[in-house]
């Protein structure tokens, strides 16, 4: 595995955290089924952490709507209500901190 995909994997500890903390609800509509950690700040596809302050539960319709859905509006306000809800829990979270750059550069997000 390379070194970005490892950067941007939750490992098993981080899953387990991140279960436990939104406990094994998706945080947007409280469902139980179809569980996945979404990165939320930044996307594994730029590079996102699989950290604790960048990833939230959502089942697998919400998770969907936020990545892929078609309704914008509906994929921003899921967005935000994830945002938020991190924000609430880590108060200081540096989202620069949460992209990986082989080469050092500074992304804006």
Known sequence: MSKRS???EFDAKTR??????????????????GLAIAHIFVNRSHG?????????LL???CHNDLDNG?????RQE????????????????DRKSLI?????G????
């Not at 387990?16 to 089924?33: P, Q």
């Not at 500074?106 to 997000?109: D, P, Q, T």
């Open 6 to 8: 490892n950067w941007c």
């Open 16 to 33: 387990s955290l991140i279960y436990n903390r939104d406990k094994k609800r998706c945080i947007y509509c409280g469902g139980r089924f």
């Open 48 to 56: 996102g952490k699989g950290c604790k302050e960048n990833g939230v």
């Open 59 to 61: 089942c697998t319709k």
């Open 70 to 74: 078609n309704n914008t509006k509906k």
């Open 78 to 93: 899921i967005n935000q209500y994830c945002m938020n809800y991190l924000y609430n829990l880590y108060k200081d979270i």
């Open 100 to 104: 990986y750059d082989k080469w050092g």
């Open 106 to 109: 500074i992304y804006e997000i």
